[in-house]
């Protein structure tokens, strides 16, 4: 790990099962959880419920092994942000050690009983997004660019591609396509957050987009890629896992989430600054239902399919 601006913690607590549960990022993984059973829901074939409920938990589990090995390898800096100093490593709850072995034991169970339970494409690529979060993301992009946000979103882009693999045994152009959506979403998630938290980010010399390239290019980035994404959230609405309802859903939530990009666009840092990054702020508050709201769309609309077949 990277010793900038750490300390190890001066006295350890003894760590309590709350500790090592927070060590798997419970609120990452419900995500990870909520996109896995979407794709696997959305997908053309129906798959038995114990293999269905037995194959998310094992990505839930992969998804906490993920979030073990990122709080173990950047322990560091997470005890120089202020948002990040109270996690179990930086406190002194839990030792390095403990949080390795946690990860790479729930790793390793979790990819086998994936395979097991479903089938190997499902448990090689759990495996792919374990590595690629805890190894190129955590470990190599997020302190070497400013575009670690960018390439590394494409590890919580898997979640809905390995429900749709747990189903059929494959990957389609469905299943890529709601990979993208959560791949083009997180520049925009993360660079909002970036804005009225930049200090912490310098503090811990984190090379965020704010940091490297000033707040005004970030605003002209979220712009950018916010508009990227609604167009391809629109799109989306006339593929096999739209339909009229996602399409309507879709129309509304873009047009707000690009009107709040261009909002924070038009701001210059003396006046988000003097309100508190008010709008910022607002706009991040809505990226946090955007991915919720257009799942649980292609959830309604794979139903509404579902049910006119006479398959649910």
Known sequence: MSDVGYSAPTQ???AQMGDFFALLKPRVMSL???????GLLAAPVTVNPVVAFASILFVAVGAGASGALNMWWDADIDGVM???ARRPIPSGR???GEALGLGLGLSFLSVMMLGLAANLLAAALLAFTIFFYAVVYSMWLKRATPQNIVIGGAAGAFPPVIGWAIATGGVSVEAWLMFALIFMWTPPHFWALALFMKSDYDDAGVPMLT????RRTTRTHILVYTVLLAVLALATGFTAIGGPAYLATALVLNA?????????????EAQA???GYVVEKKFFRLSLWYLFVHFSVILVEAAMRAFALGAW
Request: charged content about 30%; aromatic content about 8%.
């Open 94 to 96: 839990v030792e390095p």
């Open 211 to 214: 940091v490297t390239h000033g």
């Open 12 to 14: 350890t607590q003894d």
């Open 273 to 275: 600054e003097a309100d």
């Open 82 to 84: 202020r948002r990040t």
């Open 32 to 38: 990870v959880v909520f996109t896995a059973l979407v």
């Open 256 to 268: 707000l989430f690009v009107k709040g990009a261009v909002d924070i666009w038009r701001r210059d």
